[in-house]
């Protein structure tokens, strides 16, 4: 799973091993990134 | 039955327009009010494909705002289902207008120029493709092509004697079109027959025939339709082509019923 | 947040005259009565959505 740490604003990988944080600051808030694909909307 | 109707224009623009039918039931004058706003369609955005998005709004809520979006219509050449791609691209520090939608076709491009979509700032940005279906009012309110449209009766306004001479008089408000016919009674030039809309004597019946008492009666068989359109073409088109679409429903079910 | 594009009553596009209407009625200071007439937003379910409404995108921004 792809993140972003919200302090040092770096792209961080996560595993089910390491836990929530960032393994460049330690930092333990950690944004999740738009996908880069098409979304594609209805207007309804 | 067949009867001839007198159309009368009281007002006319490209966008707006006030007019006198004659010879309609009431029936027939509702069919014709919910045929313009449910049966002529009218290009609108259906499907948007957001490539990039970082403003402050979700992809759904502009969606919403573009589906509102007027754009032109010209009738003659698409089908109803007819599909045209437009696209916009914008970086801020800006606001994207939907001047900047840009079309694959030029017949069909936004009718307004300078709608806001969304407010960008420093580093957002927002780009997508998106369809424009031609799809019926009666399916999406998005898709309607009159906006406010409406219909009153004509009214004729009698003078039926004088008012108390020494009482006070209160205003009569009357709202729509009036027929003349105490043009004798009336400030101004004015002869009997002649449409008045009520706004050229500030709505109030006491302006136009001070110190007369009045009675107002509804003209039989004779509507004052109001009607806008939200750009997508003009006031001519919409109403001919709402009463093209009542014509074609009678003759199929007359043709469906045809023993 | 942003002008809706269309009064939610009648269905009249007035998004295309808040530029205007802001710049004249709001950070300049002409009457909005007069502004609005002059635009042509006539009817009061029009005039409430102009009068009414308030710019939120400055105010979200910085929680982007």
């Known amino acids: 799973m792809s993140y972003k740490c919200s302090r040092c604003k770096r792209d961080v990988e996560l595993d089910e091993f390491g836990g929530v944080r960032c393994p460049y600051c330690g930092h333990r808030v950690l944004l999740k990134e738009r996908s880069p694909n098409v979304k594609e909307v209805a207007v309804e | ?69 007027p754009l032109t219509t010209p009738l003659d050449d698409f089908e109803p289902g007819d599909t045209v791609t437009v696209a916009l691209e914008v970086d801020g520090p800006a606001t994207a207008y939907s001047g900047d939608i840009e079309s694959a076709d030029d017949m069909v491009v936004p009718a307004d120029e300078n709608i806001p979509i969304i407010e960008l700032k420093e580093g957002q940005r927002l780009e997508f493709e998106a369809d424009a279906v031609l799809g019926y009012g009666k399916d999406h309110a998005k898709n309607q092509g009159g906006v406010a449209v409406g219909y009153r009766h004509l009214q004729r306004v009698e003078v039926v004697g004088d008012a108390g001479e020494f009482d006070e008089q209160e205003p009569n408000i009357l709202r729509g079109v009036i027929e003349e016919a105490a043009a004798e009674h009336a400030e101004g030039d004015a002869e009997d027959g002649d449409l008045v809309a009520t706004e050229t004597f500030g709505n109030d019946l006491t302006e136009r025939y001070p110190g007369k008492e009045v009675e107002v009666h509804d003209v039989p068989e004779a509507f004052v339709f109001s009607v806008e359109t939200d750009g997508s073409f003009d006031v001519d088109e919409l109403v001919t082509r709402a009463v093209a679409s009542l014509g074609d429903r009678a003759a199929e079910l007359e043709e469906k019923v045809a023993l | 947040m942003m002008i809706p594009v269309r009064c939610f009553t009648c269905g009249t596009v007035i998004g295309e005259h808040w530029d205007e209407f802001k710049a004249r009625a709001r950070e300049g200071d002409e009457d909005p009565a007069e502004v609005l007439d002059d635009l042509g937003v006539t009817r009061a379910c029009c005039r409430r959505m102009m009068v009414s409404h308030k710019d939120l995108v400055d105010v979200v921004s910085p929680y982007q």
């Open chain 2, 1 to 69: 039955m067949v009867n001839d109707f007198q159309v009368e224009f009281i007002e006319r623009e490209d966008r707006r327009a006030r007019f006198v039918a004659r010879g309609l039931t009431p029936a027939l004058a509702n069919g014709i009010r919910r045929a313009m706003v449910a049966d002529v369609p009218t290009f609108s955005i259906d499907t948007v494909r957001f490539v990039e998005n970082t403003s402050v709004m979700f992809d759904e809520m502009i969606g919403l705002r573009l589906g509102l979006v």
